[in-house]
């Protein structure tokens, strides 16, 4: 075989071979659509089961709780009538939302214990009491809290993760932003981010910057849109470009995947049009 025929049978095969590739990483898309329970938290109050099942109903195979352990010791319902609920439709709670009080000494071993029951495998913190984080040094010692919490729940077999807003993107007065703060000091065996990607877009950062940066530390996100004036839509509607972080979950370790709307008119209108939008969307 003549060099000429050897380079173009080369530069034949590298090119398919590249528009297979190309194809395949254009045909991927979100296998289990999850939904953040906040999102429906008026009608979960008022019925929980009824809620549970509809979220069902439009096509979620995820939830993460959100409120529920808000009101320790007390749960309601209790997290064996709520995993009863959770199975009949169907669905499973990979994750919850805690009060950073539930991560004292003496209220998370209830958390753990009634994660168990639900099967979660993630315990996240969204929010840290502000008057603690005011300085840089606030912050470490919300780390330190994670890092310890998080030995606990890895024991129970869970991981411990932190979900963020918009102050987290905010310089501090020594011009650190309190994530790289949170990336820093915890432990990333012991502490994954939960990275609310429509906040993180509020405040300007780069969700592809930080996946590169700290590879594998996100292993959920909160799916949030807003439009250009920074108003809260549904997912599909504003201005994210949802293929090109999707494109990248390899990179920053995204495992799940949570549908939330903080305030929307018609609740069960927006999670069934984000989840239309999502279960089309390849990438």
């Known amino acids: 075989m003549n060099m000429n025929r050897r380079a173009w049978i080369c530069a034949t095969t590298t090119a398919f071979l590249a528009s297979r590739f190309s194809w395949a990483r254009g045909d991927n898309r979100i296998r289990k659509i999850g939904l953040e329970?906040?999102?429906?938290?008026?009608?979960?109050?008022?019925?929980?089961?009824?809620?549970?099942?509809?979220?069902?109903?439009?096509?979620?195979?995820?939830?993460?709780?959100?409120?529920?352990?808000?009101?320790?010791?007390?749960?309601?319902?209790s997290a064996k009538r709520a995993r009863e609920i959770l199975d009949a439709?169907?669905?499973?709670?990979?994750?919850?939302?805690?009060?950073?009080?539930?991560?004292?000494?003496e209220n998370l071993p209830r958390v753990i214990e009634a994660s168990t029951v639900l099967g979660h495998a993630y315990?996240?913190?969204?929010?840290?009491?502000?008057?603690?984080?005011?300085?840089?040094?606030?912050?470490?010692?919300?780390?330190?809290?994670?890092n310890r919490a998080g030995e606990l729940?890895?024991?129970?077999?869970?991981?411990?993760?932190?979900?963020?807003?918009?102050?987290?993107?905010?310089?501090?007065?020594d011009g650190k932003l309190p994530y790289d703060v949170l990336l820093e000091e915890t432990d990333p065996k012991l502490v994954a981010m939960?990275?609310?990607?429509?906040?993180?877009?509020?405040?300007?950062a780069d969700p592809l910057a930080y996946f590169s940066k700290h590879p594998g530390r996100f292993h959920l996100v909160h799916v949030k849109d807003f439009t250009r004036d920074h108003t809260?839509?549904?997912?599909?509607?504003?201005?994210?470009?949802?293929?090109?972080i999707f494109a990248q979950s390899h990179v920053g370790g995204i495992e799940h995947y949570f549908v939330e709307f903080d305030d929307p008119g018609d609740p069960?209108?927006?999670?069934?049009a984000s989840f239309q939008y999502l279960d089309k969307l390849r990438f």
């Open 123 to 146: 315990i996240v913190n969204p929010s840290i009491d502000r008057q603690l984080v005011k300085q840089t040094d606030g912050w470490k010692r919300a780390a330190e809290t994670f």
């Open 268 to 272: 069960f209108a927006s999670i069934e």
């Open 37 to 77: 329970l906040y999102t429906v938290r008026a009608a979960l109050n008022q019925d929980f089961a009824g809620t549970i099942a509809r979220v069902a109903k439009i096509g979620y195979k995820e939830v993460e709780m959100a409120q529920f352990f808000a009101h320790l010791p007390e749960l309601n319902p």
């Open 232 to 244: 809260m839509t549904d997912v599909g509607k504003g201005e994210i470009d949802w293929k090109a």
């Open 153 to 173: 729940t890895r024991k129970a077999g869970i991981q411990m993760a932190y979900h963020n807003h918009v102050e987290e993107f905010k310089p501090l007065a």
């Open 89 to 105: 439709n169907g669905l499973v709670s990979p994750a919850t939302h805690v009060p950073f009080s539930a991560l004292s000494p």
């Open 194 to 204: 939960e990275m609310d990607l429509g906040w993180a877009h509020v405040a300007g």
